[in-house]
């Protein structure tokens, strides 16, 4: 599994984080995490038990926040405030807010390529968000959860755990993850994160060597971005295309989205640097195989000419043996009958030959020479067989040709 497969993947779990304007996460990266730290530093375990359940709800958005503010800066930290939040959302039944720290951890875990570690955590949240859809409220939300707050949160999670699987090798099992997501993007037509989910779907089945399922999953893609009007997301989705083409071996068409994915890479060259980079050596290899296909159509078509040349000067020689051949068996057919032998006759088929040629009948040469009708026409068919002919006037003339009379 390549690092850009794991980046890939990370895509898909960063667009598809939820929008929930209740607890939305404050930015504190840029100025005061070292602030906020000092501040929930003097809630000792003692002053938690004593915390009121605003205080609480407070202190728990600042874990969350701080987990958040380090999930890029201190991983350690990060792990360790998603682990204080749970101290405070667990054993309170506040679902809502153990379900994001545990699906928090679960992709700390995802990220140290510690999976089953990462599914237990990604499981917990699954439990939790499951509770949550069961009627569980919490302070924040004591009136429960809209339908769409819940199949946001599976959203994430089907996608999070999918992208798990993907990574362990089972396939099957990320599939079946991913079409649970992507029903639910269909569902509310959030377009920008179906499009991101199909890109990631279409790496997988390039890199399965399933390129139908590849080609099906990228113009999904396409077509949702398309529809998203996110032009990131189309040139992903061409990129991808192209890609797969260029595996294919249709560098033309490879090419072609390519090209196309160039446009918006070569616009945003400062934000998408690896992206721009990574279909830079898709070009390159597709312009590549494309020189090498030329080559060896060009060395075809030069072989091909040679061949069909020399198909002509083969055919016209066979004209010339076919001809030689004929003028030899002529030649041959002379010398045999220069050389072959006379037909043998005895003293009585020699009579009856002498007889045929003067002229007589078959009563008559068996009058002549005192035999009966039969017996000279016994000899008589005998004859017309040792001369091969058909009649009497053939064998007549045969005998003669071959000094026999």
């Not at 779990?13 to 100025?31: E, I, Q």
């Not at 390519?258 to 898709?282: P, W």
Request: include cysteine; proline fraction near 3%.
């Amino acid at each position: 599994m390549t690092m850009n497969r794991i980046l890939r993947l990370f895509l898909f779990l960063a667009a598809a984080l939820p929008c929930r304007p209740a607890a939305a996460y404050n930015d504190y990266r840029g100025h005061n995490l070292d602030s906020l730290e000092r501040a929930v530093a003097r809630w000792t375990p003692d002053a938690v038990d004593r915390a009121s359940e605003e205080e609480l709800i407070a202190l728990n958005r600042a874990y969350r926040d701080l987990m958040l503010g380090y999930s890029q800066l201190n991983a350690e930290k990060g792990f360790f405030y998603a682990r204080k939040a749970l101290e405070i959302s667990r054993p309170r039944g506040w679902e809502y807010a153990s379900s994001d720290a545990l699906r928090y951890l679960g992709q700390l875990f995802y990220g140290r390529e510690q999976y089953d570690s990462a599914m237990v955590y990604y499981r917990a949240a699954l439990a939790a968000t499951d509770r949550m859809a069961a009627g569980a409220v919490s302070p924040t939300s004591p009136e429960g959860y809209s339908e769409r707050e819940m199949d946001d949160t599976y959203s994430v999670l089907y996608g999070a755990v999918g992208n798990l699987y993907n990574m362990m090798g089972d396939i099957p099992q990320a599939m079946e993850y991913y079409r649970k997501a992507g029903e639910i993007f269909d569902k509310y037509g959030w377009n920008e994160s179906n499009a991101i989910l199909y890109y990631n779907i279409g790496e997988t089945w390039v890199d399965e060597g399933d390129f139908p399922a590849a080609e099906k999953a990228y113009l999904r893609s396409l077509d949702y971005g398309t529809a998203a009007d996110d032009s990131l997301m189309v040139a992903m989705a061409r990129k991808g295309l192209g890609r797969l083409y260029m595996e294919k071996g249709r560098t033309w068409k490879s090419l072609r989205y390519l090209h196309a994915a160039e446009e918006y890479y070569s616009a945003h060259e400062r934000e998408e640097v690896d992206f721009a980079k990574e279909n830079y050596e898709y070009m390159s290899a597709a312009l590549l195989a494309q020189r090498k296909t030329l080559m060896l159509l060009v060395a075809g078509a030069v072989a091909l000419l040679l061949l069909t040349g020399g198909v002509l000067l083969l055919a016209g020689k066979l004209r010339v043996s076919r001809k030689e051949q004929s003028e030899v068996a002529e030649v041959l057919e002379e010398t045999l009958q220069e050389i072959r032998p006379a037909v043998a006759v005895s003293e009585r088929e020699h009579e009856i030959l002498d007889l045929l040629s003067k002229g007589y009948t078959t009563p008559q040469i068996a009058e002549g020479l005192h035999l009966s009708p039969e017996t000279v026409k016994w000899y008589r068919k005998k004859l017309l067989v040792k001369f091969d002919v058909a009649n009497a006037a053939e064998l007549v003339t045969k005998a003669r040709e071959g000094g026999v009379i």
